[in-house]
């Protein structure tokens, strides 16, 4: 049996107990974030979406408003401001459906991967990392379906090597290695993790489908997607948070950089909005 890390507070607070095991393992689960009448209706609308093409990984931000105003959960919203640091960004959005077309068993990420952006440092009291990613579960997994898995503290190793040479080379394209942890999810469960990671989709083993919204934040410097595929959604955003999530990369430098970047001004002088 896989050990299970869990936020036990339900409040939107991020507690000690939250940075420790994100930090020790490289994941952290809140449980029943998403109440069970929203899941039901987010899977309605993919059930419309989707039900015929099958994809395996799919757009989401333009089926509903619904999937924009799951950017901005305060307990994401805060726990990234302490990992990423107070200038962070959304950077990209998608849902994950097994089986799907595409879309098979893997693992990837890890310490260094994707051009060095998967970094996670510590000095003192602070922690920073290259990109946390959120996701939201809406269906039933465990060890025993199979679904998402990771390497607990992978984040931390030594290792130079991938999480792809890890699948391929390590482990031999298996899950069943006592290194590897499926974690038991129940829908409306957040899981946030570091890219840093290795993790990725393990074998699933129902008939049923699996089905997991993701949403990818990153430091306020760093993009991994081009800035148009999200600078389009601005015309959905409703509040001051929503809008600066929705900015383009930039180093904020000083304290005033953070501010400016954060103004109405500052973004009708530059895009006229």
Same mark, same amino acid.
């Given at each position: 049996?896989?050990?299970?890390?869990?936020?036990?507070?339900?409040?939107?607070?991020?507690?000690?107990?939250?940075?420790?095991?994100?930090?020790?393992?490289?994941?952290?689960?809140?449980?029943?974030?998403?109440?069970?009448?929203?899941?039901?209706?987010?899977?309605?609308?993919?059930?419309? #979406? *989707?039900?015929?093409?099958?994809?395996?990984? =799919?757009? @989401?931000?333009? &089926? /509903?408003?619904?999937?924009?105003? %799951?950017?901005?959960?305060?307990?994401?919203?805060?726990?990234?401001?302490?990992?990423?640091?107070?200038?962070?960004?959304?950077?990209?959005?998608?849902?994950?459906?097994?089986?799907?077309?595409?879309?098979?068993?893997?693992?990837?990420?890890?310490?260094?991967?994707?051009?060095?952006?998967?970094?996670?440092?510590?000095?003192?009291?602070?922690?920073?990392?290259?990109?946390?990613?959120?996701?939201?579960?809406?269906?039933?997994?465990?060890?025993?379906?199979?679904?998402?898995? #990771? *390497?607990?503290?992978?984040?931390?190793?030594? =290792?130079? @090597?991938?999480? &792809? /040479?890890?699948?391929?080379?390590? %482990?031999?394209?298996?899950?069943?290695?006592?290194?590897?942890?499926?974690?038991?999810?129940?829908?409306?469960?957040?899981?946030?993790?570091?890219?840093?990671?290795?993790?990725?989709?393990?074998?699933?083993?129902?008939?049923?489908?699996?089905?997991?919204?993701?949403?990818?934040?990153?430091?306020?410097?760093?993009?991994?997607?081009?800035?148009?595929?999200?600078?389009?959604?601005?015309?959905?955003?409703?509040?001051?948070?929503?809008?600066?999530?929705?900015?383009?990369?930039?180093?904020?430098?000083?304290?005033?950089?953070?501010?400016?970047?954060?103004?109405?001004?500052?973004?009708?002088?530059?895009?006229?909005?």
């Amino acid at each position: 049996m896989q050990p299970q890390y869990t936020k036990m507070s339900k409040s939107d607070q991020v507690t000690d107990q939250d940075i420790y095991t994100l930090d020790s393992v490289g994941v952290v689960i809140a449980r029943q974030v998403i109440p069970t009448q929203d899941i039901a209706r987010i899977n309605q609308l993919l059930d419309s #979406y *989707i039900l015929e093409k099958r994809p395996g990984k =799919f757009p @989401i931000m333009d &089926i /509903d408003n619904t999937f924009f105003d %799951l950017m901005t959960i305060p307990w994401v919203m805060n726990l990234c401001k302490k990992m990423l640091g107070p200038g962070f960004r959304f950077d990209h959005s998608f849902g994950l459906q097994q089986p799907g077309q595409g879309e098979g068993p893997n693992l990837h990420g890890g310490p260094l991967s994707s051009q060095g952006c998967n970094y996670y440092v510590s000095h003192s009291d602070m922690t920073r990392c290259g990109r946390l990613s959120v996701g939201i579960s809406l269906t039933h997994q465990s060890e025993k379906t199979g679904g998402f898995a #990771y *390497i607990p503290g992978s984040h931390k190793s030594s =290792f130079g @090597i991938s999480g &792809i /040479d890890v699948f391929k080379t390590l %482990l031999n394209h298996s899950f069943e290695h006592d290194c590897v942890c499926i974690p038991t999810l129940e829908p409306g469960d957040v899981c946030v993790f570091t890219d840093g990671l290795v993790h990725g989709t393990s074998y699933w083993k129902l008939g049923t489908i699996r089905r997991s919204l993701y949403y990818m934040y990153s430091p306020g410097f760093i993009a991994w997607r081009p800035y148009h595929e999200i600078e389009k959604y601005l015309k959905l955003a409703k509040n001051q948070l929503q809008i600066d999530l929705l900015r383009p990369p930039f180093v904020a430098e000083f304290q005033e950089d953070l501010l400016q970047i954060a103004s109405s001004k500052w973004r009708k002088d530059n895009y006229g909005l």
